[in-house]
């Protein structure tokens, strides 16, 4: 051996979980049963445990092998983060992007465990999310929208209640793609060159969340961090996500994202996806019989593939998977069609997402809510679903018809999808609204559509997803963050013929609406992103008022592109030289005017915010003491609270999302001025007040010190922001360390 390869070796062998001890959280007793499956497996049955049986080999995107000595399956993994892939009927939930502007943990919870209820009723054992890399950095990003937010901290907590959710009705979740993985172009070639404080502070702090919510397990991407492969990178797998998380479960590879036997088994790669060469050069099975054969040479210790069992095993025990787990109930290579039918009431959970997702933009004289119109024109044709249907393009790779999910591996398959003009004409049937229709993106028909009607809404919208399918000519990434099909024509032809226009955008991540908010006519602008099935009922809901709209941007919308400063790229190296300054922390850090900042969002109703109160203690210095998942301990403290009233000081019901921004004193290395650590969401009547409570953890006023490796309270005044949106500052306040 290279002493390179036995120094990983004994660092391998170094970095098992027998090292820490779980504080109680399920872990020790999974562990217990892991350990004693372990010593009942023979050598082979081990490597199948941690090896998949290659690409179609089962029913399930990702399958292993079974052992015959212990009472343990043939492992099916699945896709996606917003509903079961390859398989129906199932439910099509909304995008992860929708949960994250819900800002409503409980709701994000809700979905979560109406998504693990319909896997483990399909038998699928791991399902393939949450989703927080792509964190989302540039906006043009392909898989933006399967994500939360691009702000850690709502990415974060989104990770964490998903996580619950899921795993609390029965599936392990898969946190993925750890880590960098920020574009599609070249993702299986590009080196994300990611300095230390950014890596903690930005990319891994959702997957800390997620560690700290107990996930089962971890997908490591594509490409590579530093020039090394994220799937064997020592420094990502066994130094941060194991040793400084203090992660019990395993990692997995993303499809073929693994790339050698020996190092990836001693980096801290655990089980390898999907086990075949469907990509990478014919004969590259890494593990298998060669990872016996490594294990019999010397090169990969026996205590690591032990380890790597025992961290699969024990996964499965911490969900309850042991007792009387469903079969797998369809196969993913014959049309996905199941032998069950788990929807039950999910769609209401859709509804309610998608309802309470929907960001109001605009709205001047209150042209919204739609109060009984005497005629409508419905105009454009992401109004309609797909003539041909709303699965007809295969992993939804086209935008044909209303969008309501983006396309690649991140998709499932739609029961139905309710319609944006279906829903209206219900709606018009009961009011007695004369509808007139023009469900093309033809400029002359819409114009026309529209010029007798008292009121005209525009449907627009910008797709993106993986860059195994290129649609009009994008390959995953966006070309521009401009609508598709001339929908700045549209809404301009439009606007020309009537004074009254709304304007509906269904999208994947931001548009720039310049154009469109030249035109005087365009009264109200409304942003549903991607609603899933209940589109049109969500919309309703909202568009007529029966619900105040509460979404709240997790992005910012610029005036142009060229103002968030970051764009995937076509070279093989990302040195992410912006660093911590993304999204709403650059537009503030180089004072650029943002069109719609990071947390914006209309009501029917306002919002009075008082009597801000500042609780916080801490002492400076480094987090130390024991390791827990998540991080060291004492990050997860509470510190001190920040409370304020807001009163709903309007004439209609609401829902208002509160936050809290930080800013670090002037100690703590050149640190964005404000970043989200705390918002709650208020549910209020005309005239109600309620506290809003944010609980600070140490995380939250610590910066990641690169020469001590730790996180580090610094001392000084911290400025407390507490307001409607990132730049809609309320209540202002400090707190001394
Ligand atoms: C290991 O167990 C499997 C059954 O799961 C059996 O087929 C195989 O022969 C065993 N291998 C050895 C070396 O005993
Ligand atoms: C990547 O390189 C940067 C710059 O040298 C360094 O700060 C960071 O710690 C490295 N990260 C990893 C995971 O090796
Ligand atoms: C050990 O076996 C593995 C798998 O066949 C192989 O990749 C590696 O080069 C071998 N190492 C030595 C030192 O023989
Ligand atoms: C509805 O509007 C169209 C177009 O303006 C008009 O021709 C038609 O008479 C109207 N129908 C009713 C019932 O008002």
């Not at 702000?151 to 974060?156: A, E, M, N, T, V």
């Not at 404080?197 to 997620?210: G, K, S």
């Not at 020996?262 to 004969?283: E, K, Q, Y």
């Not at 014959?334 to 605009?362: C, E, F, I, M």
Request: glycine share 10%; net charge negative.
């Amino acid at each position: 051996m290279l002493a390179e390869q036995i120094f990983l070796s004994v660092l391998a062998a170094a970095v098992t979980v027998q090292a820490y001890g779980f504080g109680g959280s399920g872990w020790d007793a999974a562990y217990g049963r892991a350990k004693a499956a372990l010593n009942k497996l023979n050598q082979t049955e081990k490597v199948g445990i941690v090896t998949g049986v290659k690409w179609m080999g089962g029913p399930c995107v990702g399958n292993t092998y079974k052992p015959s000595s212990i009472d343990y399956p043939s492992l099916c993994l699945q896709d996606s983060p917003l509903g079961v892939r390859f398989a129906n009927p199932v439910t099509a939930f909304p995008a992860g992007i929708n949960a994250g502007a819900t800002w409503d943990r409980s709701l994000i919870n809700a979905r979560g465990a109406a998504m693990g209820a319909e896997a483990k009723g399909l038998g699928v054992n791991v399902q393939l999310g949450p989703v927080a890399g792509p964190l989302g950095k540039n906006p043009n990003s392909g898989r933006i929208w399967e994500g939360f937010s691009n702000d850690p901290y709502l990415s974060g907590v989104a990770m964490e209640e998903t996580i619950a959710g899921m795993q609390g009705s029965g599936v392990q979740a898969c946190a993925k793609h750890y880590i960098g993985n920020e574009q599609e172009h070249n993702r299986e070639t590009i080196s994300s060159n990611i300095d230390d404080r950014t890596l903690h502070e930005l990319y891994v702090w959702p997957f800390m969340n997620a560690v700290k919510a107990n996930v089962a397990s971890v997908m490591c991407s594509y490409n590579k961090v530093n020039g090394s492969w994220s799937c064997e990178n020592d420094a990502l797998l066994n130094g941060l996500l194991k040793t400084e998380l203090g992660f019990p479960g395993y990692i997995m590879s993303d499809w073929n994202a693994q790339h050698t036997t020996v190092n990836s088994a001693n980096s801290g790669l655990d089980m390898t996806m999907p086990g075949s060469d469907f990509n990478n050069p014919p004969g590259s099975i890494y593990w298998g019989p060669n990872l016996e054969a490594a294990v019999a040479n010397g090169s990969v210790p026996q205590s690591r593939l032990d380890d790597m069992v025992t961290r699969i095993l024990a996964s499965w025990h911490l969900v309850g998977q042991d007792e009387g787990y469903p079969p797998v109930a369809f196969s993913s290579w014959n049309g996905g069609k199941a032998n069950v039918d788990v929807t039950g009431d999910h769609k209401s959970v859709v509804r309610a997402v998608a309802r309470d997702s929907t960001v109001l933009l605009k709205n001047d004289n209150n042209a919204l809510p739609l109060r009984k119109p005497k005629s409508l024109a419905i105009i454009g044709q992401d109004a309609t679903v797909n003539p041909a249907g709303p699965n007809a393009c295969s992993d939804r790779g086209c935008d044909t018809g209303t969008l309501a999910m983006g396309w690649g591996s991140g998709t499932a398959q739609f029961p139905y999808i309710v319609g944006p003009l279906d829903a209206i004409q219900s709606q018009a049937a009961a009011d007695g609204t004369n509808i007139t229709t023009s469900t093309t993106d033809d400029t002359t028909a819409a114009a026309s559509a529209a010029a007798s009607a008292g009121t005209a809404i525009v449907f627009i919208n910008s797709d993106s997803g993986e860059g195994y399918i290129t649609v009009e000519g994008n390959a995953g990434d966006r070309n521009n963050l401009d609508p598709w099909h001339n929908g700045n024509e549209l809404v301009q032809a439009v606007a020309a013929a009537n004074k009254n226009v709304i304007v509906v955008v269904h999208s994947v991540g931001p548009v720039i609406l310049e154009t469109i908010l030249a035109q005087p006519n365009v009264k109200a602008i409304v942003w549903p992103g991607l609603p899933g099935q209940e589109s049109g009922n969500a919309l309703v809901d909202v568009l007529y008022g029966s619900t105040s709209p509460s979404g709240k941007l997790p992005y910012t919308i610029a005036k142009q592109f060229s103002d968030y400063g970051t764009t995937w790229t076509t070279s093989l190296v990302d040195d992410f030289t912006e660093g911590l300054f993304i999204d709403y922390r650059h537009f503030d850090e180089n004072n650029i005017t943002p069109r719609y900042e990071f947390g914006y969002g209309l009501s029917y109703t306002t919002f009075k915010y008082s009597d801000l109160d500042v609780n916080v203690q801490a002492r400076p210095g480094a987090a130390e003491g024991p390791i827990v998942p998540g991080g060291v301990k004492e990050l997860f403290d509470t510190v001190g609270t920040v409370t304020v009233t807001v009163q709903n000081s309007g004439k209609v019901a609401g829902a208002e999302v509160a936050q809290l921004y930080i800013g670090l004193p002037d100690s703590a290395p050149s640190t964005p001025p404000k970043q989200l650590r705390g918002f709650q969401k208020l549910h209020l009547a005309p005239g109600q007040r309620e506290g809003a409570t944010f609980e600070l953890t140490r995380r939250d006023i610590s910066y990641w010190d690169v020469q001590q490796q730790k996180w580090v309270v610094p001392s000084g005044t911290f400025k407390v922001y507490v307001g409607s949106s990132s730049r809609d500052i309320r209540e202002q306040g400090s707190f001394r360390i």
